[in-house]
């Protein structure tokens, strides 16, 4: 089942891996990029348009450079209560959490889901840029709970995601399970076309949709099968441009981007995943202590720039002469049909409606803050924990 050791003869490239779809990918999209030591596909045909199809129908990713964890044991909890800003114990069983991990400064590690299994058993979803870097501060942490394990079980799973209004509809054509009684941030261990799979009512696009771990090697057979019982309903590949497309449009913040080890949750708006009240503390409540009692110096906000100039990352934000700001992404949004970008800025200069200006390649473009998110989010329900 989920929980057992797939074989060691994966494939690897000098420093890149390749995903269980690998062939897949070079048949359907041609030439693959390099993702945080993984080969992906950019794009099947055109980045605007598997944007489109997520937002108006459904689209199916392969998601497999992303990392998976188990922590197991007596002191399960107790280790991811000290070590992530949310309140763990606040997590059932079937549920799933959004939390960051943390820094002794407070800065982000790494934002994850956990899947809570068992009474002594959660399971983490970690972004693929700092899956090891995530696994070894874990590991150490361990140390200091007695009768806890941390596994990296990043080579046992593949990982799909199906996004899209019709996302519910073309899945329920390949379970028994009635997946419309899935709340959103639920998830059941279930049988996908005759494959033991775990399924998330989770995504990354603001629309409805499910993420699929399911074992490495059964991988290519869930891709071909959900893409055989989709295509009518106007399901499409999608690679990591449309996906980095999606997020900008709903303020989803990317490693790398929006977060890093020098950002904290309240920085970049996520204070809502910081718990301060946890009686025992987690490792960089100090310095979160301080900023909900003083306040932040930037904020991460939403920008518009005039015309059609995209802001990309490293991009100087201004007012006058004077530097505020910098974008950390950039995109044209197909759903509004215009550049939007995301940024950080002084907290003074923050305010929804303030007009700044983004240095693009030279040119001084007007820009306007505005309200997170660009576009409506249309997932099942809101997360109850």
């Given amino acids: 089942m989920l929980w057992v050791e797939v074989s060691k003869d994966i494939t690897i490239m000098p420093s890149l891996i390749k995903t269980p779809l690998y062939q897949t990918h070079v048949?359907?999209?041609?030439?693959?990029?390099?993702?945080?030591?993984?080969?992906?596909?950019?794009?099947?045909?055109?980045?605007?348009?598997?944007?489109?199809?997520?937002?108006e129908r459904v689209g199916v990713f392969d998601i497999s450079h992303m990392g998976e964890v188990q922590v197991y044991g007596r002191n399960a909890l107790e280790l991811l209560q000290y070590t992530t800003s949310n309140d763990v114990t606040a997590l059932e069983e079937g549920r799933v959490q959004y939390t960051t991990l943390l820094n002794d400064d407070g800065g982000i590690l790494d934002d994850f889901l956990i899947y809570r299994v068992g009474v002594?058993?959660?399971?983490?979803?970690?972004?693929?840029?700092?899956?090891?870097?995530?696994?070894?501060?874990?590991?150490?942490?361990?140390?200091?709970?007695?009768?806890?394990?941390?596994?990296?079980l990043t080579h046992h799973f593949g990982m799909l995601s199906v996004q899209g209004p019709n996302a519910e509809a073309l899945l329920m054509k390949t379970t028994k399970t009635d997946l419309s009684k899935?709340?959103?941030?639920?998830?059941?261990?279930?049988?996908?076309?005759?494959?033991?799979?775990?399924?998330?009512?989770?995504?990354?696009?603001?629309?409805?949709?499910?993420?699929?771990?399911?074992?490495?090697?059964?991988?290519?057979?869930?891709?071909?099968?959900?893409?055989?019982?989709?295509?009518?309903?106007?399901?499409v590949p999608v690679g990591l441009g449309a996906r980095d497309v999606l997020r900008q449009e709903m303020c989803f913040p990317l490693y790398g981007h929006e977060l890093n080890d020098d950002i904290t949750p309240y920085e970049a708006g996520l204070g809502w995943l910081v718990t301060l009240e946890k009686e025992?503390?987690?490792?960089?409540?100090?310095?979160?202590?301080?900023?909900?009692?003083?306040?932040?110096?930037?904020?991460?906000?939403?920008?518009?720039?005039?015309?059609?100039?995209?802001?990309r990352q490293g991009h100087p934000i201004m007012v006058g002469s004077e530097?505020?700001?910098?974008?950390?992404?950039?995109?044209?949004?197909?759903?509004?049909?215009?550049?939007?970008?995301?940024?950080?800025?002084?907290?003074?200069?923050?305010?929804?409606?303030?007009?700044?200006?983004?240095s693009i390649r030279g040119n001084m473009c007007d820009a306007?803050?505005?309200?997170?998110?660009?576009?409506?989010?249309?997932?099942?329900?809101?997360?109850k924990t």
Avoid at 285 to 304: D, I, P, T
Avoid at 324 to 349: W, Y
Avoid at 368 to 383: A, G, W
Wanted: aromatic share 10%; net charge positive.
């Fill in 323 to 358: 530097l505020v700001g910098e974008v950390t992404s950039g995109t044209m949004s197909p759903t509004l049909n215009k550049p939007i970008a995301l940024g950080f800025v002084n907290t003074e200069h923050c305010q929804v409606g303030a007009k700044v200006k983004v």
């Fill in 120 to 152: 002594e058993r959660y399971f983490l979803c970690l972004n693929a840029t700092n899956t090891q870097r995530a696994v070894s501060w874990l590991a150490n942490q361990a140390l200091h709970f007695p009768e806890v394990e941390v596994k990296d």
């Fill in 27 to 55: 048949d359907l999209a041609g030439k693959l990029i390099e993702f945080h030591g993984w080969l992906l596909p950019l794009s099947y045909k055109s980045i605007m348009d598997e944007a489109r199809a997520v937002r």
């Fill in 368 to 383: 306007i803050i505005v309200d997170k998110p660009f576009t409506q989010s249309n997932v099942k329900k809101k997360p």
């Fill in 280 to 311: 025992e503390g987690f490792i960089g409540c100090e310095v979160l202590v301080n900023q909900y009692r003083h306040g932040v110096k930037r904020k991460l906000v939403a920008v518009e720039t005039v015309g059609r100039n995209i802001a």
């Fill in 182 to 235: 899935l709340e959103y941030y639920q998830f059941v261990i279930c049988s996908l076309g005759g494959y033991s799979v775990i399924l998330s009512r989770t995504g990354y696009t603001g629309e409805d949709g499910f993420e699929i771990f399911c074992e490495w090697r059964e991988t290519p057979a869930l891709w071909k099968l959900i893409n055989n019982r989709g295509k009518n309903l106007g399901l």
